[in-house]
């Protein structure tokens, strides 16, 4: 099969930008992309911007203006860490052989100025090379690789990133490495041995703060409560959270505190039925189903409990709330690495599922002296950094253009 559509002429003076992402397994890279594509057509660059990626859900995200996106056919990964066709019963191979045509396709007709490709460079099964390969003869396109701060442990990404020739590929089609963190927190550079040339490319932006999400439509999604303190748990896409999901709702909570928790629109039906039926028979906590967008609820938090996925964490750094941090431990050790270097840093609790109880739960809300972020704890000046990069790009625009505006965005 040949996908063929022609360049669309650019009519106007703004920039494309494109962002990737695969997006096989949860939300995290998609809610990522939709962040810093709507920062960049809600800030001075004025950009059209077209997200590319791997989840349907991406419908269910409003977009604002500047903003669209197109959905490739779904890969899901598994609790072993093997990818497949999701919605079609095809084998990897084959449904990455019609990801790539698409990919090349829209890049083609789209043309854009900048290309931020998610955290894998080839993308899934080398899935990228063909559109890398016409985009670097065109010659018109900067391409960006962003990298959440955490990937891995670093012998497993060492090793991946050999297999894939990710630094050969870095070398050939990247302009910048863009990692989404805080070289004070986590260096990613010098944990990863990244050799010199990768190296030299890489720019630690900062943590890319979440509270540049809120605007009103999340606010009507959040009730106010009568209670005098709210515990908020969160469990991302909910594919692999039922675990402290159940210890949430099972978990008694002090006098004067409401929970409440929010499942992920992944989290399987007999899970969400058993609890629903345990929220039901409690007046101290409350069920709040499929919300893709919990940021919302965060904000209003006086506790979080969570897993340890960036989006989830960078919200837990933004609205600087104490969090209670139960990490995902397989496929990858991210999780546990990116928890763990947080607790060190006095910046939250880590609680390892193995000690995981209901009673874990309200004692941590009960104690009255817990880590808390503050202001200053981290640097979240990602998406501003962003915004100058790519308009170091586009010297054709004026000087005022480089100051990053203060956006509300879903």
Known sequence: MNLHFPTIKKLGSEPRIALYSHDTMGLGHLRRNILIASILAESPINANVLVVSGAREACHFAMMAGVDCVTLPSLCKDVSGDYTGKHL???????????????????NAFSPDVFIVDKVPRGIGNELDEALADIGEKGTTRCVLGLREILDDP??????????????????????????????????????????????????TGF????????????????????????????????????????????????????????????????????RQTVASKSDCELVENLVEA?????????????????????????????????RMAPRREQWIRANELARHGLL???????????????????????????????????????????????????????????SIV
């Open 295 to 327: 940021d919302g609820y965060i904000s209003q938090a006086d506790r979080v409990v969570s897993m340890a996925g960036y989006n989830t964490i960078a919200s837990i750094l933004s609205f600087e709330k104490p969090a209670l941090v139960v990490p």
């Open 208 to 275: 890319l703060d979440q509270s540049r999400r809120i605007n009103p439509s999340i606010r009507r999604n959040c009730p106010e409560h009568q209670a005098e303190s709210i515990a908020v748990c969160v469990i991302g896409g909910g594919q692999d959270g039922m675990q402290l999901a159940s210890a949430f709702a099972s978990a008694r909570m002090p006098l004067g505190w409401k929970g409440i928790l929010i499942t992920g629109p992944f989290l399987p039906e007999a899970d969400r039925m058993w609890l």
């Open 349 to 407: 609790t880590t609680l390892s599922p193995d000690d995981l109880t209901p009673r874990a739960i309200t004692d941590w809300i009960e104690c009255p002296d817990v880590p808390k972020p503050t202001a200053n704890s981290v640097d979240l000046g990602g998406l501003d950094r962003i915004v100058e990069s790519v308009n170091r790009w586009l010297p054709q625009r004026s000087a005022s253009s480089t100051q990053p505006s203060e956006v």
């Open 89 to 107: 019963r095809w084998t990897f191979r084959e449904t990455t052989s019609l990801r790539s045509k698409i990919l090349a396709s829209t890049l």
């Open 155 to 204: 012998a497993t990404v060492m090793k991946q990133w050999i297999e894939c020739d990710a630094e050969k590929t870095i070398r050939d089609h990247y302009d910048e490495v863009w990692i989404y963190g805080d070289s004070a927190i986590y260096d990613s550079v010098q944990q990863y041995a990244f050799g010199c040339e990768t190296a030299d490319r890489c720019v630690y």
